[in-house]
C-alpha cells in the first residue's frame, strides 16, 4: 500500500484553480467526474484517478501543461502529484493508495 499526504480541494473555486497558481506542483486530492485539465500550470504533473475504496484505475505519468485528461465518469477520486511521483512510487493499476490529508482549503 502507498501513502500520500495531500492537500484538499474542497470548494468549487479552489478545485478549478487547483495547481495552475503554483510555481511548483504538490499533492493534492480532491473529487470530480470525468476529467482534469492543465491549462495554464507551468509544470508537467502525474494524476492518479481512485475508485470509492481508494484503488489506483487510471494513471497519467507527466501529463503536460495544457492538456486535458478524462476517465469514466463512475470515478471521482483524482490525486494531482509532482511529476515521475508514479514512477518513483511504483504506482501502479489497482494498487490500494492511504490518503493523509495535511490541510484542507475551504472556498
Known sequence: ?????????????????????????????FTTRFGIHTLGMKFPIDVIVLNNNNQVMKTAENLKPNRFFFWPP????????????????????????????????YT
Not at 470515478?75 to 493523509?100: A, F, G, H, M
Open 74 to 105: 463512475i470515478y471521482n477520486r483524482v490525486v494531482e502529484l509532482p511529476s515521475n511521483t508514479i514512477k518513483k512510487l511504483r504506482v501502479k493499476k489497482e494498487d490500494k493508495i492511504k490518503l493523509e490529508i495535511t490541510k484542507c482549503f
Open 1 to 29: 500500500m502507498v501513502t500520500l499526504r495531500v492537500r484538499l480541494l474542497k470548494g468549487f473555486l479552489d478545485k478549478s484553480i487547483g495547481l495552475t497558481r503554483s510555481a511548483k506542483a504538490y499533492p493534492v486530492y
